[in-house]
């Protein structure tokens, strides 16, 4: 991912943050099959690593995990909040003219090589974990356990698992670093009077 030094995310602490606040990540492999991409729910075991390790699961029919399998690398996407930066909201528009649009957003790559497994008390045990978090705050949370014990044992068998330790992350947080302390003033508060809920978060981020 290109990172202009001003934009890059250093801190693992933060890099995990953008992780673990991404509910769906893509995950993109290279093999004998060329490009193939999954949107996945992860868990992020922070502790397991030196930058922890990602845990999820495809459906056997999806020939993907056969690439991880095979070792291929795999590059999991976790993208944050974004937004339109248009010229218009920079006050140096009105002194020389000298804008364009851009945009400003937040994103970590992960790099890594997998395990894949398919051993039932393993995929059970990572598909409570996901549900849990998922379910977590709702009213009524869905447990596995809520669902006959034969039909999950055959639903497990219809899926395949892997961890994959992270290896290399790279972060990127575009927030208008780059612009003057008026232009970023000027970004913030024009995405924060948008009535796009994806503008106001990115606002949000840069206060």
Same mark, same amino acid.
């Given at each position: 991912?290109?990172?202009?030094?001003?934009?890059?995310?250093?801190?693992?602490?933060?890099?995990?943050?953008?992780?673990?606040?991404?509910?769906?990540?893509?995950?993109?492999?290279?093999?004998?099959?060329?490009?193939?991409?999954?949107?996945?729910?992860?868990?992020?075991?922070?502790?397991?690593?030196?930058?922890?390790?990602?845990?999820?699961?495809?459906?056997?029919?999806?020939?993907?995990?056969?690439?991880?399998?095979?070792?291929?690398?795999?590059?999991?996407?976790?993208?944050? @909040? $974004? *937004?339109?930066?248009?010229?218009?909201?920079?006050?140096? %528009? =009105?002194?020389? !003219?000298?804008?364009? /649009?851009?945009?400003?957003?937040?994103?970590?790559?992960?790099?890594?090589?997998?395990?894949?497994?398919?051993?039932?008390?393993?995929?059970?045990?990572?598909?409570?974990?996901?549900?849990?978090?998922?379910?977590?705050?709702?009213?009524?949370?869905?447990?596995? @356990? $809520? *669902?006959?014990?034969?039909?999950?044992?055959?639903?497990? %068998? =219809?899926?395949? !698992?892997?961890?994959? /330790?992270?290896?290399?992350?790279?972060?990127?947080?575009?927030?208008?670093?780059?612009?003057?302390?008026?232009?970023?003033?000027?970004?913030?508060?024009?995405?924060?009077?948008?009535?796009?809920?994806?503008?106001?978060?990115?606002?949000?981020?840069?206060?």
């Amino acid at each position: 991912m290109y990172t202009p030094s001003s934009f890059a995310i250093d801190d693992l602490h933060e890099l995990h943050q953008q992780i673990l606040g991404t509910r769906l990540a893509v995950l993109v492999t290279h093999g004998e099959q060329g490009l193939q991409a999954s949107h996945l729910p992860l868990l992020l075991s922070s502790d397991q690593g030196p930058n922890g390790t990602l845990y999820g699961h495809f459906a056997k029919a999806n020939p993907q995990w056969k690439e991880l399998q095979n070792g291929a690398e795999a590059l999991v996407i976790f993208a944050g @909040a $974004d *937004a339109y930066v248009s010229p218009e909201f920079y006050p140096s %528009k =009105a002194e020389h !003219g000298k804008v364009v /649009p851009t945009w400003n957003y937040v994103a970590v790559h992960a790099y890594g090589t997998a395990e894949v497994f398919t051993d039932a008390n393993r995929l059970r045990t990572l598909v409570s974990a996901l549900t849990d978090r998922h379910e977590a705050g709702r009213a009524s949370p869905w447990k596995v @356990a $809520d *669902a006959p014990a034969d039909y999950i044992d055959g639903m497990l %068998k =219809a899926i395949v !698992g892997f961890a994959l /330790p992270i290896q290399r992350l790279e972060g990127k947080r575009k927030l208008s670093q780059n612009r003057n302390a008026a232009d970023i003033t000027g970004v913030r508060e024009g995405l924060a009077a948008s009535p796009d809920v994806h503008d106001q978060a990115l606002a949000h981020l840069m206060r």
